[in-house]
């Protein structure tokens, strides 16, 4: 599972031009340059690897595959550089003589006028940074009719219709599907190097996300999800002028071995307004050349992907495929109740050396589904992983809270500017490693300065109504939206006090204790759906799974050997994230360190 990847400055040489992809973050390269000892570091390209002849590099290999079918669809997601597929596969078959008839599915997309009116209903107003998730299907947004009627040629060799949609068309043939990571899609979308579905436009990177996450992601996903027994070939396209491909029976077959063992999500850094140094510091590998890293999505699952690894070559795929093909193997006894809606996610808050985050809450259940259009709301908890002495959190109100005076404070302050006193409305409370602060929907909080936060939480992660930013601007020099009428619509006024302490911060619990280990329990709140536990042991320890996804990580020790009852064995780092699927049965963990082990479990209740 764990494979280090050196940084090869020619592997991330293709997207350097800013035109086609603004961030600091690196490319992935498409090939293993060296090997390193799993977990002896964090790893930032973790590989499920899939054995010899498994994954093939370039152009040349899949035209060659191309024509020895003579007509195949090339379907896939947003962010794909498609004049590029298209100019790859071309100067390939035509090298070897053959003719080609290209079918390209932009040509019958609706005009984007009709385009814009089926999508505006789903993107709120214009300043609000969400919308609701869209109800339309990929075929709303195409002349199917049209479409349809482009049919293969038999006048020329070789007929490939290509382009998102391009199964739309009924083609009776191969199908390759071209996958694309959602961090790579959207440091193409702040280039202006895609656009969103039958768009023209480039619009602000705000309005581009809003529309990929309510609406183009919807659909695709949709559209992905019915295609997965169709799919022939998959590919990644997170390479300009280089693609990584495999037949979908290895892929589905790594996905099979994936979900009776453990699973681990390519993690991805972003800065921002408030982020620290933490990440920076204790993370190899990522590019130290920027001013901060405020998050690490180590497992939010909408924008993870699964890499795999074949002969050197990696196959970056996106993390929809495990669900919708192994969910029941993946959630167990509550795969009836999400589906293929993976409901926890954790993500590191990095503020060391840096700012406050703004003070904020998440939406009601009911809010989020009636307003927002989603399934669960963002029920967080906060798990210090690491801190300074000087570290707190901002949680739950003072005892006299006014609603109205605090919302006078709110509004004076984003008009005019002008400083609020936050804790004369809102609790401080000192932080300690391994803390854990729980923030049900409604809860006010803020991570203070100098913490690193492991944030457990139900998968949402958008839907942050921030009240008081410090006044400050965001990187690129604006200000950050502020949502003070949705947060007074969702505040719990009744969290205040001594009942703060009393039932919004966790008091651990030891509920077991052998020779092998001590399982502390750490309570969560009763509006949360899952539950949180700490390992901890010298030696090593088994634990059953009981039909239960387990969410995991090492938060305190070196190294650690996770072993699962099919006999994989995966070694994992401090502070790597790890996910044992319901069908693992039970798993072994081995303290490899010098010093006791502490792992958290997360898990549905």
Known sequence: MNSTLSQNPTANAELDDASLRKTAQLLMPAKLSTEAVAGEEYNIYPVCKLGDNKIFNGYDALAGWIIRQKTVVIDGYAGIFWDKVKTGLEQHIALKGFSINWVETTQYLKPEVEVDTLVKPFLGTADSVWGTKCTLTLHDLFQTERLSAQQPNSEFEINIIIGTGASLANWQAPLIYIDMPKNELQFRMRAGAIKNLGSSKVDEPYLMYKRFYFVDWVLLNQHKKQLLDKITVLADGQWANNINWMFKTDFAEGLNKMSQSVIRVRPWF????????????????????????????????????????????LLEASFDFLMFNNQQQVLGKHADRFGDEFPIRFDFLDTFDGGNLSIQCHPSLKYIQEVFGENITQDETYYILDCKEDANVYLGFQDNIDPDEFQAALIKSQNESTEVQIEDFVQVHQAKKHDLFLIPNGTIHSAGANNLVLEISATPYIFTFKMYDWLRLDLEGNPRPINIDHAFNNLNFECKGQKVKEEYISIPAVIEQTTDHTLVYLPTHPNHFYDIHRIEFTAETRVDTNDCCHIMMLVDGQRVLVETADGSRHVFAYAETFVIPAAAKWYKLTNLGKTPAKVIKAFLK
Do not use: M, T
């Open 270 to 313: 972003e800065p921002g307004a408030w982020g620290g140094q933490w990440i920076k510091e204790h993370i190899p590998g990522i590019n130290k050349d920027v001013v901060n890293y405020a998050w690490s999505f180590e497992l939010i699952v909408p924008e993870n992907g699964l890499i795999f690894e074949s002969d050197g070559n």
